[in-house]
């Protein structure tokens, strides 16, 4: 079913209460990929500049009620204005009616910063790296800061 179903080609903007609510949402129906209310009320922007980047589409075999959804890339903007990267699953309502960014340029410019930035969890373990794209082989290769 979801392998005829076409990747959305958007890059969606998400203002923090739509951030906050896909989060929620994602908790309640028991979605794998989400991020811990608690830590995001303390944490990102209340001003947003947060935004989804769907990967994939992803299904459980077992709960087709909440299959096919949308694993999105997610880029949050923090308090102290570092942007980092973590996962987000959303139904594909949800992702539909959120607004786009505005342009090519700006859909770039985030799938750049998705490329560098820490994800979450080293900026929560304290890990400090360098991410060196490679564009012709399409890898990311990943090194420690020195």
Avoid at 43 to 72: D, F, I, K, Q
Avoid at 89 to 104: H, N, Q, Y
Avoid at 108 to 122: G, I, N
Wanted: with cysteine.
């Amino acid at each position: 079913m979801s392998e005829d179903l076409p990747l959305p080609r958007q890059v969606k903007v998400v203002d923090t209460k739509t951030l906050l609510a896909l989060e929620a949402s994602a908790g309640t129906l028991e979605l794998n990929q989400r991020l811990m209310l608690k830590w995001l009320t303390e944490n990102v922007n209340p001003a947003g500049g947060h935004y989804l980047w769907p990967a994939l589409w992803h299904r459980y075999s077992h709960r087709p009620e909440v299959s096919p959804h949308l694993r999105c890339e997610l880029l949050l903007r923090l308090l102290d204005g570092e942007q980092v990267v973590s996962l987000l699953d959303v139904m594909p309502d949800d992702f539909e009616t959120l607004p786009a960014v505005r342009s090519r340029s700006e859909g770039m410019e985030v799938r750049e910063l998705l490329d560098s930035a820490r994800t979450v969890r080293e900026r929560i373990e304290g890990i400090s790296i360098t991410r060196r794209r490679d564009s012709t082989i399409g890898h990311t290769f990943l090194a420690p800061d020195e």
